[in-house]
């Protein structure tokens, strides 16, 4: 497959941070605004550690303020979100993000619902995704507005493509489903359940897969032509002795050899995730500040 075929998701994600940084710039100077991000990380997962240093660099390159607030594992639910009310309360936060996920003493929804609306830029309060599912103006999930973006990209209008979403998280497949939905696509989410999960993949024009379970879809499942957009990072042995690597949930070689377009991982959607968490933060910004929002 020709590189022209592979989807540059880093490349993507640096093209939107400058878009990002340009808006950020107009702001501060026609309007006297920083848009401000807060981010909440309980416990030390190491994974989770290094998403918060990275959402915490990207903020500062972009312009923006960087809030961190670092709570030991042993933080109460009741602690946490007296740490949300005063982050709602406070007008240099725009956006608010709780890291996932929470120990297992917290329940995520009670936290996730406690975010203000407006200020939920992860899109994961039931407000945004009611708002989402119904086509209101919504924070919209990072992950899946994201690979969006790249569909749009690389195939402009979307009307009447056939989509299969192989996954149902909240954080992934459902937002995605909705977005295809709104999108125009004709849209199936397919899961563990799901019969002939091969059959239903090739029926696909976009296939996104959303699994977490490495190389799990391989390149006879998919339509000849199609455009693959890859969500998972596992991380797998790799050839060499006691080092890891990353994969994806589809096989790319395989995959590569039969789509039209596919995301690579790393370098497909991850980087996106953090550049679309920027934007949303900017557009809650303008939006609690009553300013039109940029396109970004
Ligand atoms: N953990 C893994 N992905 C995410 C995400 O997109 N948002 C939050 N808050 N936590 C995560």
Known sequence: MADENIIDGKAFAETLRGRIGDAVTSLKNDHALTPGLAVVLVGEDPASQVYVRNKGKQTIACGMESFEHRLPDSTTQAALLELIAQLNADDSVHGILVQLPLPDHIEEQAVIDAVDPEKDVDGFHVINTGRLATGAAAMVPCTPLGCLMMLQDRLGDLSGL???????????????????????????????????????????????????????????????????????????????????????????????????????????????????????????????????????
């Open 162 to 296: 056939e989509a299969v979403i192989v996954g149902r998280s909240n954080i992934v497949g459902k937002p995605m489903a909705a977005l295809l939905i709104s999108a125009n696509c004709t849209v199936t989410v397919a899961h563990s359940r799901t019969r002939d999960l091969p059959a239903v993949c090739r029926r696909a024009d976009i296939l996104v897969a959303a699994v977490g379970r490495p190389e799990m879809i391989r390149g006879d499942w998919i339509k000849p032509g199609a455009t693959v957009i890859d969500v998972g990072i596992n991380r797998v042995p790799a050839a060499e002795e006691g080092k890891m690597r990353l994969v994806g949930d589809v096989a790319f070689e395989e995959a590569a050899a039969v789509a039209s377009a596919i995301t690579p991982v790393p370098g497909g959607v991850g980087p996106m995730t953090i550049a679309v968490l920027l934007r949303n933060t900017v557009i809650a910004a303008c939006r609690q500040a009553g300013i039109a929002e940029p396109t970004l």
